[in-house]
Structures are given as C-alpha cells and as structure tokens.
C-alpha cells in the first residue's frame, strides 16, 4: 500500500522547443535519487507477471530489488543474464506493451502509464555501469580453434557474436555498411539512441576477441557457401535484418521528394547529412513535411524531419492513436514537439510539377470499422472524401519487405512466401550449420526479439559446435 | 581501408585509379559496380563501376569522371594514400552468352564499365561492333583496350574533332538497318545517351540493356533511393539491376531524379575547388 503511494518517477526531458533544433539526446534519464524512488514502487510480486511480459524474461523482481539497495553493478549484472543490450532496450523496447503492461503495481492504478518504470531503471543501471568504467566484458574461455561467421552486425549479430565468443570460438561479425549497429546506427536517430551507447558494445565485442568486417556483403563479396566450404567456417549465423523499403503504391511514388524513411534516416543518421557543411552526403531541404505511418519508424522520420529545418511536419495515419505501432513515450515526444497528426487519412497518389517535384497529395479520409484479424479496427475509406494536402516531402513509413540478396545467392536456403527465412524452434534455417534471426525471420519486428531469436541461435550454434 | 597502387590522368576530367581490394577483384564479373567512401566520418557513397580486375594482384580498377565533390576529393588522392571504405562487387552481373552480333556504345566515361561487358561478350563467341562516343577528341577514352576486343569499331564526336561528327545513335541505327541486324544492343553512358539509343533501337526490335546510374546510398537494396521505373514496376537499381531492358525504362523520371540534389551538389562542387587550389597552393609554396 505504502508502495503503491510513491508517484511514479517522471523522466527528465530537454525542453521541446530547444530540442527541437539538436539531435542530442531527448530523454535524459534518472538521476540515482530518482530511480531509488522509483524502484521503491515495485512490491516485488512472487509470481513475477512482468517478467513473463518480457521477450527475453529478465529477473525483473531481482534486479530491481538490486536497486532498492543500491547495489547499481549487482542489477545490471542481473539484467545481463538475459539481455546483453540493457541500454539499449531500456531506450528502445516498447515497455507499455511487454514488461510493464502485466505490471501489478500499473493493474492496481489501473493506468498501464504508472506502472513501474521498468525500462527507465533498466537503462539507469546500464548508463551507470557505463559512464563509470564498470562494464566488464564477459570472460571468454579458451580457445576451441572453431569458427563462426556472424552476417549482420544489429541487435541478432551483436548478441550471436557476443555469445559464441564467450564459449572460446573465433567469431567473425560480417558487416555491409562502413559501421557496425545495424538499424541501431543507421536507423533510430540520434536523439532517442546515442551512438556512442552501440560503439560502447561494439568495442566490448572487439575486446571479447571478435573480429568486425565492415565493407563486407555476403552474398556478394563472398557467398555463405563461399564461407563454408573454402574459408572454413564451422557455422553461420544469417541477422541480415529487413530491406526492401515498402512504397505507397500510388501514382507520384518516384517523385523527387518521396524518399522512404530509411533512405532519409539513413542520410541523416549515419551519413551525418544534419551537418550540411561537414557532410558530404546531401539531404532533401523541406518546408511541409508529410510522413506516412504510425509506427516508431514514422515517429523517428517526422522528429528527425524537424529537426534538419522544417516548418511543418504532418505524420498520416490510416487509423487513430490508439491502434498505433509506436511506443507511447516516442508518440508523447512528437505530440509535444509540435508534430501535427492526421488520422484517418491516406494518400491516394502524390502531386508534381513541372520540375518532377512533390507539391502535394491527394488524401481520402477514412473510419474506423470492425476489429480485423490483428484486433485492431480496420480503417475504412469514406467514398468521394479525397482533399488536396499541400507538401514538398513524402517520407513513407510503411515498413519493410524482405531483403532477398542473401537469399538469393545461397542456394537450399528456404524463405516463405514474404521472403523471411524459415527456422524451426533452435533457429536452424535449412541449411546444416546455418542458423537465422532477427528481422529476416520475424518481418520487421524489435530490438529485443532480435536479441532472444540471436540468444536462441547461439546456443543451438553452441551445442553443434560443442559436438564437432 | 584500400590503398591506391596506380593513378592516370586519362583526359582532362577522366582518371583511372587502380586500388588493393582483394575479395572484390576475385568474386567480381563484368556489369558489376563498387560503392566507394572517401573517409568514414564525413564521406559521401558514391558508386562506380569495377572497369577492370586482377584477382592475382588482388586490384579492381575504377575509371571516374571529376563532376563534383566526391569525385574530386578522389582524384586528388595519390599512389599510396588510401580510400578508407570499399563495398562490393554489387549488382547483377551483365548476363553473358553467345547471342550472335553485340553493338556495344559507350558514350564519355560510359566506356570504362562498357569494356569488361565487351571483353566478355567477345569471350563468350560473339562478334563485338563497338561504337565510342564522346564530346571531343580529349574525352575520349579508351581507345586502344576497345580496339583490341572490337571486330569493328567506330569512334564519333560530337564536334568532330575525332573520327566522325556524329552522336552514337547515327552508327548505331545504320549498324540496325543492316540485314541480319544486331542480336544485342548494351548502351552505357549519360542517361540521355541511352535513352536515345533505346529510342533507336527501338523500332527495329533490337534489344537494348542498358546500364542505370541513379543516386544511390547503401547498394544493398535497403533503402529505395535509387529506385526506377521500368515497364511501370518500381524497381531498385542496386539490386534488381544495375542493368535493366532500356525499352522498358522511364529515362525521364530517372533523370529528374538524378537532379534531386543539384543545389547543395553545386555548392560542394565550389568550396571543393576552393579547398583543393588552396591545398595545391600550399603544395606549390613548399609549407
Ligand atoms: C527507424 C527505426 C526505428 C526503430 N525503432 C525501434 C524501437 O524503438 N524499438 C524497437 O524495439 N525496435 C525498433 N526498430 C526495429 C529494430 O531496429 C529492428 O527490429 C532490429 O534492429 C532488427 O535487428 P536485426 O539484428 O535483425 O537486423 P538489423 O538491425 O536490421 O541489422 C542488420 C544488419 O545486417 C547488414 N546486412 C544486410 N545484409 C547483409 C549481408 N548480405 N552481408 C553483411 N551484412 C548485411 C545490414 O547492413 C545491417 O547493418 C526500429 C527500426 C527502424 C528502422
Ligand atoms: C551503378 C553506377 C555506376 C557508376 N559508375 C561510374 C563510373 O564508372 N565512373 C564515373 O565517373 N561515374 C560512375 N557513376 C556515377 C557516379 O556515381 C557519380 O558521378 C558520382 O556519385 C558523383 O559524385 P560527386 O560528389 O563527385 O558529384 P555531385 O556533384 O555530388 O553529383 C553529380 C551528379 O552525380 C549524381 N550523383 C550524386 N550523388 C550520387 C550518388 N551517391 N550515387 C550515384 N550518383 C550520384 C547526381 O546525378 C548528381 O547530380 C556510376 C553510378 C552508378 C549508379
Ligand atoms: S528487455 Fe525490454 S521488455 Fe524486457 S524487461 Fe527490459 S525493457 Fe522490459
Ligand atoms: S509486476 Fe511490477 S511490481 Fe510486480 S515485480 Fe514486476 S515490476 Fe515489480
Ligand atoms: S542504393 Fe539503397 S536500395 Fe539501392
Ligand atoms: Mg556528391
């Protein structure tokens, strides 16, 4: 009862105006008082609801309890018995709908929102450990004169090399870009994943013995098979993550002006485009932006569109705020930010003039109408509702379809119809020795279900090797 | 990082570099292209294609035009200095058989990637007519490597200060209207050239590849920025490509495209030039 008194602890933000013009970090995290207090609120429930909301089933009760007796080193230790990117999730997991969502202390207020901040204080300890020189890499055991190839360097990648390095195999993480991350990098800005949070695990994979090839595109540079057969590798793990933006679909798509959001994100994330005078690579300039989607995607595209310089940033949504994809605090964020949402509509096609440039689009409105097979109301069009929507940039949010280079060079290696690889319940794909995970498997899916499906992996990568 | 073993100044604007990139030079087959980064901090990714390779020395080389920023800082790199990042070999490789009779036109720095396809149409039995178009006699490139693989080659400039003075497409619909004509058609060049060769070919139901050069960032088909239109489908460049059916393409919104972003380009361009005559100043002064 006393417990449940404790207000829940507010997260400190940059001004919303001020923010606006940087790409520093919005939320600014608890300060040890704050997260104390905060972690005074859990009760420490027996039957542990919201470790079962969490895909990875971190010690939540534990780790927490850890913090209560301010032992900082003792909880993050805790958290990395599960999951090896605390910082990370901690910033990026879509807390209201995993861990905190079974909350009892949130069931008790009846408000998901006040349930325990199970992420803030996840990401508290984590920072700590950080910022204060404690992280110690795992230790690695002797060398087993084994190899394993890692292809992709996101959340799956990091976690796989992570893993099978510790048990003394010879990892080498395999990466097209220039830079390690994966979408953590080049996709999530700046603003919500500080880069120098994905360096710090990288340099703790260099240090565990990894070995990072960047400028590498299996599949191209050299095949699986290729890896296999000729440069001995024992095992592969595939966490090549989504590709293949989706487009609207509709006349006007190759305007100049439409971009997808990861071409956009991608230019002003890790090509730096933000800084026009240092950075060679070019970003659109816009007045009105309109942004296509509702889920974090969307919300990164449209903050991110603000803060390189535009007047006016519109996000399009088919259906209304509560069937959104996004996490609530990123959708706050926007709101507060001056992020102008429009429900209920999508384009119909794009406008152009003379130039080829974007000008506008045709929207028609829509209504919500019986729950569909995900739950969540379907959106209808309204017959003869279309408007003209003045705007000079489309960014299109609307997710990603497979990407089929690494499919298509590896022969045997089987995909279902939407082109994600197939693996059975240890991630083995249908290749011996090949395991997948991540995006390429889930469709476009989250930064911690790509972190369990790369635990998965590496453990069944662990156990043949340990067979060999 | 991939150092810089040899450098020539093919024209005024033209360079050939040949740099260490081992695992390309091995895997990589004609029609192919590399993403080029200068530094990994600031540099932007810039494609051009592999225009030849030793897989015994482990060298690609790469022939470019200086037309702006990237492709000047480029230029003003030295034997022995590096380029930090090097990605490939991307895209589809030109599709090589036997088809009977190639025409082959390069148009300008178009005939660096055009000579592995011609080397390699030649290989595979075909007879190779190439056809070598450029806007005077300086800017044409080439020349001796093409002769060498050509059963018949024609040169045409657009003031006649070399060969005929003529645009490609002249040759190019008298080598069509020739009886058998041409099995196969391969154009690279400036977007215009090829979609006037299309355009030529066209009517005489020649087929026509052609080889596309939009803007482009990761070449990994994760970003759609280099996305054409061909026979009304959206199509990515990078990876369904580079080379496409040139009757098929919408040249006109891929070069409307290709000018998206023309104004910070043309300000690059400028305080580029400043920075490296500053940097030959300083060279000159002996610092
Ligand atoms: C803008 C944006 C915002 C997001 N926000 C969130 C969020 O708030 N919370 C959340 O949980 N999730 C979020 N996600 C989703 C999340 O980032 C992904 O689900 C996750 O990164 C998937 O991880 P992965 O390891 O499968 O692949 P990725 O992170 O996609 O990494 C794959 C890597 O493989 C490389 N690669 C591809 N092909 C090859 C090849 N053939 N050879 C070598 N390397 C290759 C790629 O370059 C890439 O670096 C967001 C995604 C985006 C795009
Ligand atoms: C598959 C492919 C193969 C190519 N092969 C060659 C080659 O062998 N030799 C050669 O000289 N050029 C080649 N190009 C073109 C070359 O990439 C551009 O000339 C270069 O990017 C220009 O950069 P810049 O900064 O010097 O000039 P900028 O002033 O920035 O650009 C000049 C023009 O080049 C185009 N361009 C700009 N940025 C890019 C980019 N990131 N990707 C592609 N095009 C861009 C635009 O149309 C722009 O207006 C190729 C392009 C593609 C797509
Ligand atoms: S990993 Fe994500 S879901 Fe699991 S406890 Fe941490 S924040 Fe919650
Ligand atoms: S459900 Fe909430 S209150 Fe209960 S242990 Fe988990 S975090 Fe604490
Ligand atoms: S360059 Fe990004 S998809 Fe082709
Ligand atoms: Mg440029």
Redesign the interface.
Known sequence: KERLAIPPQEMPAQDPIARGKTVSEVALGYSEAQARLEAERCLNCKNEPCVKGCPVQVPIPRFISYIQKGDFKAAVDTIKETNLLPAVCGRVCPQEKQCQLECTVGKSLKDVGKAVAIGRLERFVADWERENGKVTPPTVKPRTGKRVAVIGSGPAGITVAADVAREGHEVVLFEAFHKPGGVMVYGIPEFRLPKSIVQAEIDTLKKMGVKIETNFLVGRTRTLKQLLEEDHFDAAFVGVGAGLPKFLGCPGENLVGVFSANEYLTRANLMKAYDAKKAATPIYKSRIVAVVGGGNVAMDAARMALRLGAEQVHVIYRRTREEMPARAEEVEHAMEEGIVFNFLRNPTRILGNEQGRVVGMELQQFELGAPDASGRRSPVPIAGSEYVFDCDTVIVALGNESNPLLVKTTEGLVVDKKGRIVVGADQKTSLDAVYAGGDIVLGAATVILAMGEGRRAAAAINELLAKK | MNRILKKTQLSAEVFEMEVEAP??AQ?RKAGQFIIV?ID??????IPLTIADADPKTGTITMVFQTVG??TH?LAAKNVGDYV???????GNPTHIEKFGTVVCVGGGIGVAPLHPIAQAMKAAGNKVIIIIGARNKDLVIFEDRMRKIADELVIVTDDGSYGRKALVTEPLKEYCSQDPKPDLAVAIGPPIMMKFCAETTRPFQVPTVVSLNTIM??G??????C???VGGE?K?VC?DGPEFDGHKV?FD?MM??L???K???EE?HHVCHLELQIESMEHKGGR
């Open positions: 695992l390309i895997n980064q990994s901090e600031w540099g932007e990714r920023a990237s800082r930090e990042n090097i990605l490939g070999p991307l960032i990761d990994t088909g994760m970003c759609g920025g996305r054409v239109s959206t990515f990876v919408d919104n409307t495209r000018r998206a972003y104004e910070k380009e690059d």
